[in-house]
């Protein structure tokens, strides 16, 4: 299961959605209440594997005594036409759960492939590749656990677990080392402070800022920076990266690096699920 989510009641308000005020009307027409199917859940795309709890939560809520045999575990990277999960079960059941087992599966894996992608080309470097909260609203909670899936670690999950001070925080405050000052105040332990020029990160840092987030810097300015920050506190790069650019933006030995379009913008995995009758 996954730690700080409701399987039970996303499996059920999806369904409802899906079924709005009525029944399946396609299945309770055309397939006979007592048919049963067997279903293989397979992928045409090679992928990292994210979701298939989920997947068979749906499942189960409609048919509690489905047989559900996982082929694969989440987090694995598997090659196009590999089998992810065995299903048995009522016919109507199955289908009606078709549609909503396979959008979380496609959409949790295809964050879980990028991921991997952006985290295989950093490899060796020691940076440390981060999501962010440019997730669905309503399902941040499962996007990253797709990444973690795909090998990268979770930023902060929301607005409370730590303090990110940006540029429209430091325009309200007056200047950063206020911005900070006024966060240690508070209590706030963990404090990123985003800096967008080098001239902001001795202020930031010595007003206490525990990490500092190196915003849409290029490569030759991040080394800079990072030479200021000389070990004091973590340095994030953030903003411009993509696979073409993250190799270089690993190697000005940044601590983190962390990319908005993990959960953004990710492609769906292509995910089938093809029935027999049994």
């Known amino acids: 299961m996954i730690e700080g989510f409701d399987i039970s009641a996303f499996v059920r308000a999806t369904l409802a959605e899906d079924l709005g005020p009525g029944v399946d009307v396609t299945s309770e027409a055309v397939i006979p209440a007592d048919a049963r199917f067997d279903a293989l859940m397979a992928t045409r795309d090679a992928i990292t594997v994210a979701g298939l709890d989920i997947a068979a939560a749906f499942f189960r809520h409609l048919d509690p005594a489905a047989t559900i045999e996982p ?12 089998g992810l999960m065995r299903i048995n079960g009522l016919a109507r059941a199955l289908l009606t759960a078709e549609r909503s087992a396979l959008n979380t599966v496609q959409h949790l894996s295809g964050i879980a492939t990028m991921t991997s992608l952006y985290v295989d080309r950093i490899a060796g470097t020691g940076a440390v590749l981060l999501d962010t909260r440019k997730t669905l609203p309503g399902l941040r909670v499962l996007e990253k656990y797709a990444t973690r899936m795909g090998g990268a670690r979770n930023h902060r ?15 309200v405050a007056g200047d950063v080392a206020e911005a900070v000052r006024r966060a240690r105040t508070a209590g706030i332990a963990e404090i990123i402070v985003e800096v967008d020029r080098v001239d902001q990160i001795e202020p930031a840092i010595s007003a206490g800022a525990t990490r500092l987030l190196l915003d849409n810097m290029p490569a030759a300015v991040l080394r800079d920076a990072v030479g ?3 070990g004091r506190v973590p340095a994030e790069a953030s ?20 990319v908005g379009r993990l959960t953004q913008s990710a492609p769906a995995a292509d995910i089938g699920l093809d029935f027999a009758l049994a």
Request: aromatic share 4%; net charge negative; no cysteine.
């Open 71 to 82: 082929l694969v575990e989440d987090g694995m990277r598997v090659s196009s036409g590999t």
């Open 157 to 171: 999950m929301g607005l409370w677990d730590a303090a990110m001070i940006k540029d429209n925080h430091v325009a």
């Open 228 to 230: 200021l920050i000389n």
């Open 239 to 258: 903003g411009g990266v993509s696979l073409e650019t993250i190799r270089d933006i690993a190697g000005t030995g940044v601590d983190f690096i962390s």
